[in-house]
Structure formats: structure tokens, C-alpha cells
């Protein structure tokens, strides 16, 4: 490591978060939602597979391996160039599931409702949902639905559950990263992010930013098909790819060198961000994925990705390093060395 780098990291205070009452930056997955999580919710529930922290809980049962996954979708605005809420909500739960190396099975969806809302925009939210679950081959089978009063909540608020299979005999987990590992992307960074908030600010740029939203499990059985030297599987959602690489150099106990040089992005996408005066790293994608790869075996896989409708644009942007533990390094595209962080508030609320 560059002896001013090192002199640097040792420099670094780290803060020591403690708040009286909840901020939107809690559900940034930065910083603030990780101290909630290790100080509220871990301590409360711990438990060997919550301990993980991955996206999602891998259980025996019965001789097989299942993953269980939830979450909730609180975009606004609901309708955003490329999707919506709904969209959002089958092809976010299909790849947390995915993450584990599992085939996606069942769903489960639960509404909350406005006072107000129109029945036609819920309609098409279901048909949105509806064709999701087609395109990515699972079946929704058990919801619920309850409404709140007018101005109680913001339109329709979603959240679903997810059950698969995993069927090869491996473990892919954030905690699996090796030295020498490789990062691979599957694609352009920011998409969706920049998507949602183009629609919500009224924002028009030259061509139409349009979120990536995206079942990725044919893309990840065609990695897994090539190599069973995937160690990490992660979607970059709350937070950005800095933020999930940042998850997974913590669990693995181990650092994370990238080149910005190698980070695919769109020139509308990167001028929205530069407009806006937000940092793309940390812009929530929902159609792509990052990997943590054996060295000898990531280029194989990286081939079999750009096959694939899902990473033509994929590439290896980094390794896994014993430098720097738990920490994420950049080197820049002039040349220089930066820190790639967990963010500590929220520079892009209700954007998933």
C-alpha cells in the first residue's frame, strides 16, 4: 500500500452514530442503516442465519436448502421511465433470492394503501407485477391488503417475500471474498436511480434515462453454469455499488481495490449525477449485480456473461486485496487514491 494512503487510512476517525429518533439517512443502507441494524435490530433477533446479513437467510429444511427473503418498496414516484412499484417489487425480491445462488419459486405481496388512490394506477401496478412474475418465472401466491387513511401514507406502499431453492452444492455468501478475488459488474452503474429522480425533480435531458429494473436470474444460472468459483453474489441496490462492496469487504474481514477507469457508466447518467451533484457509486441500481470471483476463473466468467442479454456491458472493475481490511480504495481516473466509503446520511431518499 502507497505510504501516504496508509498514513491516511490511520488518520480516519470513525464516528460514533447515536441518535434520538429515526432519520430518512436510516434507510439509505449506509452507514446510519448499519448502525441500526447492529445496535437495534441484531441484538434483538440474533440468531445464526440473521448474523449473516446477507439479502437474504439460506435454511435447511428437510434435506433441502432454501432462501427466504423480504422487503418493501416506497418509490416515489410510483411510476418512473422504464417501470414502476411494482415492477420494482417482484424483480427486487427475485434477485435477493438470486443472490444465494437460488432458483426463485413463490412470492408473497402486501399492500398498503392511500385513501385516494386511483384504482387505474393500481391496476397497473398489478399488471405490472403480473408480468414481472412472468418474465422471471415465479408464482405469487399469498398477500394481504390494507388502506390507511388519506394522507396517512404517499399512494401505495408494497412489500413482498420471497422463497427459493438452491440446488447446487455451493455457498455464496458476503463473507466468502478471498484474496485475489475478482469484482466483476454486470453493467452501467446508476440507471435506475437517476431514472426515478429525473421524473421526480422534472428533470428532461437529450435521451430518456430509464431505470434498469430487471429479474437476473437467467444471468446468474448462466455464471453459475461456468463456474462454481463465485464466492459473493450482491445486487447494488440502497446505496450503490460502494455501498455493497463496502458490506462485503466488512464481512470478509478484507479490502477492496477498484479502478474508476473500468466502472461502466452512461454519459446521460453521468451528467445527471454532475447536474445533480450526487456521486453515481452510491446511486441505487436495480438490474445488475456484483461478483466476487476466484482469479482463475473470472474470465471465463465474465465471457459467459457478456453473452448474455442481461451483461453485454459486464466488466472486471477491481480485486480483492489484503490491504486495507474492511475497507474500500479507488484509484481515480487522474490517477490519484480515494476512500469509497459508506455514505452517512441519505443523498437519494425513496428511491426504491
Known amino acids: 500500500m502507497d505510504e501516504d494512503l496508509s498514513t491516511f487510512l490511520g488518520s480516519c476517525p470513525v464516528p460514533f452514530l447515536d441518535y434520538k429518533e429515526v432519520l430518512l439517512g436510516h434507510g439509505s443502507g449506509g452507514k446510519l442503516t448499519a448502525d441500526l441494524v447492529e445496535k437495534l435490530f441484531l441484538p434483538a433477533f440474533r440468531n445464526p442465519y440473521l448474523e449473516k446479513l446477507d439479502d437474504q437467510a439460506v435454511l435447511e429444511v428437510n434435506g433441502s436448502r432454501l432462501a427466504f427473503t423480504t422487503d418493501s418498496f416506497v418509490v416515489t414516484p410510483i411510476f418512473f421511465p422504464g417501470g414502476d412499484i411494482g415492477r420494482l417489487a417482484v424483480n427486487g425480491t427475485v434477485n435477493d433470492l438470486v443472490m444465494s445462488g437460488a432458483r426463485p419459486l413463490y412470492l408473497s405481496a402486501a399492500f398498503i ?135 462485503i469487504a466488512r464481512r470478509s474481514n478484507l479490502g477492496m481495490l477498484l479502478d474508476e477507469k473500468r466502472i461502466p457508466i452512461r454519459e446521460d447518467v453521468k451528467g445527471a449525477c454532475e447536474i ?56 481515480t481516473g487522474i490517477g490519484g487514491t480515494r476512500i469509497v466509503d459508506l455514505m452517512m446520511g441519505e443523498q437519494l431518499p425513496r428511491i426504491c
Open 276 to 331: 445533480l451533484g450526487i456521486d453515481p457509486l452510491y446511486v441505487a441500481n436495480e438490474g445488475k449485480l456484483v461478483a466476487i470471483i476466484g482469479r482463475d476463473e473470472a474470465e471465463k466468467v465474465l465471457e459467459r456473461m457478456r453473452g448474455h442479454r442481461d451483461g453485454k456491458e459486464a466488466q472486471i472493475i477491481g480485486e480483492v486485496v489484503a490491504d486495507h481490511p474492511r475497507m474500500v480504495v479507488m484509484r
Open 113 to 247: 394503501l392511500e385513501e385516494g388512490l386511483s384504482l387505474a394506477d393500481l391496476q397497473q401496478i398489478v399488471r405490472s407485477m403480473q408480468e414481472a412474475c412472468e418474465t422471471a418465472g415465479v408464482i405469487l401466491v399469498t398477500g394481504d391488503t390494507k388502506v390507511v387513511n388519506r394522507g396517512s401514507g404517499d399512494k401505495v406502499f408494497i412489500t413482498t417475500s420471497g422463497m427459493g431453492i438452491i440446488e447446487r452444492d455451493l455457498i455464496i455468501s458476503a463473507d466468502r471474498a478471498k484474496v485475489g478475488d475478482k469484482i466483476i459488474l454486470s453493467g452501467t452503474i446508476a440507471d435506475h436511480g437517476m431514472a426515478v429522480m429525473s421524473k421526480r425533480e422534472g428533470l428532461e435531458f437529450e435521451t430518456e434515462i430509464v431505470s434498469d429494473t430487471a429479474p437476473l436470474n437467467s444471468l446468474v444460472e448462466a455464471m453459475l453454469e461456468a463456474s462454481s468459483a463465485i464466492h459473493c453474489l450482491r445486487d447494488p441496490t440502497r446505496g450503490g455499488i460502494a455501498t455493497t462492496l463496502n458490506e
